[in-house]
């Protein structure tokens, strides 16, 4: 079964120190995987997807393959990204996808 | 701009009553779904729908149930809420397949029963 985990429900940092959220999932075959984001009384939106390659907010995430890991990154951190932050797993042709539990993230001035 | 819209931001209802949670969304989307949001548990799926008047069990349906009459409307129905059912309930849809762009949310509706 596809599983997604974050393993921090809360992670706290200063201002322009860098930042990394985990997300490790389980699957053989080749994801598509995604990072949403949800600020302080906004909806859950998309971020970012690792099949666009882009860099969004100054937030990169790279798929790793043989670590089965899709980390978000910034090297610099901003108060504005203080927000709720999910990882999800799909795959080809799926109709759902799974998520992971959240990870707060708490920026730290 | 609004794509997903759920009909109310916040709801009160007494234990037992019948509650009716209501998602529109603009965008033809052929999937929507239904998740509760906890603290700590993240998202958690109660039922999705992949066609008019075609629905699917996620992962915690017990109390729940759901209506599809159109393509742009999914109702979440809590039969007879109980206290264990306050949360916040978010709505989502999709394209078939979930590779191509994701979840669409809306913004959510926090039910408190009391």
């Known amino acids: 079964a596809q599983r997604v985990t974050q393993p921090e429900k809360l992670l706290s940092v200063f201002k322009g120190a860098p930042v990394e959220l985990k997300c490790n999932y389980s699957?053989?075959?080749?994801?598509?995987l995604f990072w949403y984001v949800q600020y302080s009384r906004q909806r859950l939106q998309l971020l970012l997807r690792?099949?666009s390659r882009e860099s969004i907010k100054g937030f990169t995430a790279d798929l790793n393959k043989g670590e089965t890991s899709f980390h978000l990154k910034k090297p610099f951190a901003q108060e504005e990204d203080s927000a709720m932050y999910y990882c999800?797993?799909?795959?080809?042709?799926?109709?759902?996808?799974?998520f992971g539990q959240g990870t707060r993230l708490t920026i730290n001035p | 701009d609004v794509k997903v819209t759920q009909s109310s931001r916040y709801l009160v209802k007494r234990t037992g009553e019948k509650v009716f949670l209501e998602c529109v969304q603009d965008?033809?989307?052929?999937?929507m779904f239904w998740y509760r949001q906890d603290p700590g548990l993240g998202l958690r799926l109660i039922y999705f729908?992949?066609?008019?008047?075609?629905?699917e069990k996620g992962d915690i349906p017990e109390g729940y149930s759901v209506s599809r009459e159109k393509k742009e409307r999914f109702s979440l129905i809590l039969e007879s809420a109980s206290t264990n059912q306050t949360s916040m309930y978010l709505c989502?849809?999709?394209?078939?397949?979930?590779?191509?762009?994701?979840?669409?949310f809306g913004s959510g509706t926090r039910l408190t029963v009391v």
């Open positions: 989502a849809s999709s394209l078939t397949d979930a590779t191509r762009g994701g979840y669409t």
């Open positions: 699957y053989s075959g080749s994801p598509e």
């Open positions: 690792h099949i």
């Open positions: 999800a797993l799909t795959t080809q042709g799926a109709q759902k996808l799974v």
């Open positions: 965008m033809d989307h052929e999937n």
């Open positions: 729908s992949y066609d008019v008047k075609m629905k």
